[in-house]
């Protein structure tokens, strides 16, 4: 009897071991190929989920292999700290949020500590414990534990005041009025996809409205837009009747907008008063003088006017908005509503569009055609969105101003939206309002708002020397995957212009050198960190004091500059350590991967890579950056910060470890999402159990020698190390994980069924098979190391090499023929649910094979010359006196041509007799059938074929009769 596999014990086990040893603490060895991959570090924002541990479990499978494979490897991990995150956490509990305390409570924690994590620094040590021990750990990463570091310690503050000082000598900081999102309790966030300071709205936009002034009497009417320039198409004016507006003193104008609008507008004016207000209905029927085009158009209602978006005030072009026209159209066939609001229905019908884009695929009214096409039927059809979007995408990219829009005639849309914006703001007919596309909140709780910062501090990503240098850098030298992410870098590089690189307000971080007043944001405090690993051991371990970091110090250490005499005199630090921090920097820089998930794509690694460029020679820019797509919920992308992701201590108990790491590696290819489903990961969890019990049936082997099946084991087992390790080479861990933990068990259950039992290939096997299982699944993999004695962790043993086994492609490929001859049988008893007292085997005649190996022979991209087949066949005389089956034959072939691959050349180039393996291998075949089986060749006279099946017969593909 085989004892269960108990994985809680095996992991606390193998962790302790590997803990305990020095496996962790890689020290730089001379002559040694090196490796250093990190991942993006975790916001310390409470628990993390089974989400995160997606790329996490990457990073360790990856450098489990190089360590395997000779490399000394370098694999830190930390905590981002900055920001308003732990801030977030600590209010919550002051604040006695529902629910929150019950997750701390669930997770252990008792009344002291929870009072405790009222203070944000003790948040972040806390979770940065649980991070290192509850998770990374519990999950066996043999991370560099020394090099931890958050991004508030002391140390690292000093860093990044370094760096902002190296970034403004290259001229690469500077102050400009801004327009940026803010919250009011915490003071400007970061909106990006990586949601570092919100809980809301990661992919929310800036926008830029501008805001059209209507004159009505001695007010104005302000309507926002996203396209200034339609304004040569308006034809009326849209106000929502049952929103109350509000009057507003802007400078010496008196406006009328929502009061959302005057809201947000005081955040971004320094003169804005509200004065009155006035009800939407009032304002139905009169009308209006719309700028540029200075004509009087008519007020009309319109539900479609959200006091929220803009100003709640809108300008109809119905040719090129299908809002507008389906609007209008809902108006005309409206009497009753007409009558409502006292408007003069023929008047309303005798509102036209007027043209005033040439778009691509569109005529004269692109609105008209596309609600046409989609069938768009009133104002509440959800699809009408989808169109408004193509219609401005087709503008955009494709439209060239109409003849009736004056000095603009003819001009790109491209050009002319800024040339026709810059217009009306220098004539006093605009403003501008900035807002979000999308509500976004801030981790506090609050909406985030657009505020005007007037001396906002950034970082200039639109330095051209940088850009073009690091354009240059990802297409020759980096290693980026996805491919595709790859491709499209250069263009993202060229898009990130400038960037907000402070705020002001009580955050953790670190404050600007240049401006103590402000902190550095979280996103610009964490591109150069992979440098700071380096040397954070000795920092964290004393050697090297905080209050000895000093810009002299870090360019010695990052740029070599200076003297270590000078330096140790000037900071107090000995020599020989300035000498191993530089050492220690030289050999492991330049980091070789960069790992985190895609909401870093458009934020994080280009200006991790902008930084590098800007700072550090080229011989140390970063050398690959490797993407993983994300662990969903039913309801979209798991969140630590929204709720419904599984504990990663609950997910590792229900699982176990080993499970979940085969799960992550082997659901999907990094780069798709993948939903997160309790069923997959059970199987993966029962894959283990499986290993095991098959692991100790292996060792119970004791029978012979087989020549033919041994080498065919051992001819397997060097494709699989082969394949396996290009896979690995090439991060293919799917790929890999395939091969090491189904198609290797498969093989060895092969090699049982046809009676294979040498205790010695088994045991040579298996011992390959553990190695490559390790970086996978190390806790079980050490465990059955250990059971079979050997010494050592597999952990850093070497990963196997494909020179260990000996290969035999005839004998590969014949027992492969006999594996695909049993399978096509069972496949056939499966469909027809019949159960066999005989089954016939038909070889194809010499005749087939040799014509097939001609056409191989001729085979050129997917295609076959008949004319040139047929050709060859017919020197041939045992051909020549069938030109008629030959003649089908080649057609049969050419047919097929597309389907061939380098396996059938192979076959073909042998002398591989088909029916002498099959023949050899009948026995077999009547075993696992439980009938008798009879192998014929096809040409031979009286052979046995009631239902003359023997014409199906095709090389290497044996035609079947079974009764």
């Keep these: 009897m085989v004892d269960e596999f108990n994985a809680p014990s095996v992991e606390a086990k193998w962790q302790k071991r590997w803990f305990d040893s020095d496996i962790c603490s890689p020290e730089p060895e001379d002559g040694k190929k090196k490796f250093y991959l990190m991942f993006a570090y975790p916001g310390v924002s409470g628990y993390l989920h089974v989400g995160h541990m997606r790329g996490y479990t990457y990073s360790d499978v990856i450098t489990r292999y190089k360590r395997m494979d000779g490399y000394n490897v370098l694999f830190p991990v930390g905590a981002h ?82 760096q902002f000082r190296k970034l403004d000598k290259a001229g690469m900081l500077f102050q400009k009025p801004y327009f940026g999102s803010a919250c009011l309790n915490c003071g400007p966030v970061a909106v990006d996809a990586s949601e570092t300071d919100i809980s809301q709205g990661g992919s929310a ?167 046409e096409k989609m069938g768009i039927q009133n104002q509440e059809d959800e699809r009408l969105e989808e169109a408004t979007k193509e219609i401005y995408k087709a503008g955009f990219h494709t439209g060239v101003m109409n003849d009736n829009c004056g000095e603009y005639a003819g001009m790109a849309v491209t050009l002319a939206k800024d040339k026709v914006k810059d217009m009306m703001l220098e004539k006093g007919l605009a403003d501008v309002m900035y807002d979000l596309s999308e509500p976004v909140i801030c981790r506090c709780g609050e909406k985030v708002i657009m505020k005007k910062i007037p001396d906002q501090w950034f970082i200039d990503y639109g330095d051209d020397n940088v850009t073009e240098i690091s354009k240059a850098f990802v297409r020759d030298e980096m290693n980026i995957l996805p491919p595709e992410y790859k491709d499209s870098m250069p263009a993202t590089l060229d898009w990130f212009k400038e960037r907000a690189c402070a705020r002001l307000g009580n955050w ?78 030289d050999y492991w820089y330049p980091l070789d991967i960069n790992l985190g998930g895609k909401e870093h794509m458009t934020v994080h690694f280009p200006v991790f890579l902008m930084n590098h460029a800007a700072i550090l020679p080229e011989n140390d820019w970063p050398r690959g950056i490797i993407v993983n797509w994300w662990i969903s919920g039913k309801g979209g992308k798991l969140s630590k910060s929204k709720g419904g992701a599984q504990p990663i201590p609950d997910a590792a108990r229900l699982f176990t470890v080993d499970g979940l790491r085969l799960y992550y590696s082997h659901i999907a290819n990094p780069f798709v999402d993948v939903e997160w489903d309790e069923a997959s990961v059970k199987n993966s969890r029962q894959i283990i159990k499986r290993i095991w019990n098959f692991a100790h049936e292996l060792m119970e082997v004791n029978g012979k020698a087989d020549n033919t099946l041994d080498t065919w084991l051992e001819s397997r087992m060097s494709t699989h190390i082969n394949d396996s390790r290009k896979a690995m080479d090439d991060f293919e861990l799917r790929e890999a994980s395939n091969r090491i933990f189904f198609e290797i068990m498969s093989d060895f259950r092969w090699y049982a069924r046809r009676g294979g039992a040498n205790p010695e290939v088994t045991k040579k096997g298996m011992n390959a ?20 004695g050997s010494q050592g962790f597999v952990s850093t043993s070497q990963f196997p090499e494909f020179g260990e086994f ?109 029916a002498e393996f099959l023949r050899s291998a009948s026995s077999f075949l009547g075993k696992e059938f439980n009938c008798l089986v009879d192998v014929f060749l096809a040409d031979e006279p009286g052979v046995y074929d009631p239902q003359n099946k023997r014409n199906g017969a095709f090389p290497f593909k044996p035609a079947i009769y079974i009764e």
């Design 769 to 788: 098979w553990i190695r490559m299982m390790a970086p996978f699944t190390p806790h079980i993999a050490e465990e059955l190391w250990e059971k079979m």
């Design 205 to 371: 936009e800036k926008q830029e409205f501008t805001l059209l002034k209507f004159k009505l009497g001695d007010e104005i009417a302000v309507a926002g837009t996203l396209r200034p320039e339609t304004v040569f198409g308006q034809t009326n004016f849209w106000i929502n009747p049952d929103v109350e507006y509000v009057k507003a003193r802007v400078g010496d104008e008196t406006w009328i907008l929502s009061s959302e609008a005057a809201q947000k507008l005081s955040f971004q004016k320094d003169d804005i008063e509200v004065t009155g207000r006035v009800a939407g209905r009032d304002l139905v029927g009169k009308t209006v003088i719309a700028p540029v085009v200075d004509r009087e158009i008519p007020i009309f209602p319109s539900s479609f006017c959200d006091p929220d978006v803009g100003t709640g005030l809108v300008t109809s072009v119905p040719s090129d908005a299908p809002y507008d026209w389906i609007a209008l159209v809902d108006l005309m066939n409206d009497p009753a509503e007409c009558e409502k609001y006292g408007l003069d229905v023929e008047m309303v019908k005798a509102i036209k569009p007027i043209p005033i884009i040439r778009s691509k695929g569109y005529g004269e009214n692109p609105a008209i055609e596309i609600i």
């Design 81 to 162: 700290s900055s920001g308003n995150i732990a801030q977030a956490f600590s209010r919550k509990i002051e604040r006695n949020i529902p629910g929150h305390i019950e997750i701390l409570k669930a997770n252990g924690c008792d009344d002291a500590q929870i009072e405790r994590l009222k203070d944000p620094l003790e948040v972040v040590n806390f979770f940065s414990h649980i991070y290192i021990n509850d998770y990374w750990k519990k999950f066996g990463f043999l991370a560099t534990y020394d090099c931890f570091t958050t991004t508030i310690d002391p140390g690292y503050q000093r860093f990044i005041e370094w």
């Design 508 to 585: 953790l971080g670190t404050k600007l050198p240049q401006d103590p007043r402000w902190i550095i944001e979280p996103i610009s405090d964490s591109t150069l960190y992979s440098a700071y690993y380096i040397i954070s051991p000795y920092i964290n371990a004393g050697s090297i004091k905080e209050e000895q970091l000093n810009d002299e110090f870090f360019d010695f250490a990052f740029l070599g500059e200076g003297e270590p005499d000078a330096l140790s005199t000037s900071t107090g630090i000995p020599v020989e350590t300035l000498e191993k921090v530089r050492n220690d920097f």
């Design 806 to 914: 000996e290969i035999d492609n005839s004998i590969l490929m014949a027992e492969d023929f006999i594996r695909d001859v049993q399978a096509d049988i069972t496949g056939i008893l499966k469909m027809t649910g019949m159960t066999p007292t005989r089954i016939c085997l038909y070889t194809a005649p010499a005749w087939k094979n040799k014509l097939f190996g001609m056409g191989l022979d001729i085979l050129q991209n997917g295609r076959i010359d008949m004319g040139q087949l047929m050709k060859q066949a017919m020197a041939e005389p045992d051909m020549k006196q069938r030109s008629k089956e030959v003649s089908a034959f080649a057609g049969r072939i050419m047919k097929d041509a597309g389907k061939f691959s380098d396996a059938d050349k192979d076959k073909a180039a042998m002398d591989f007799d088909e």
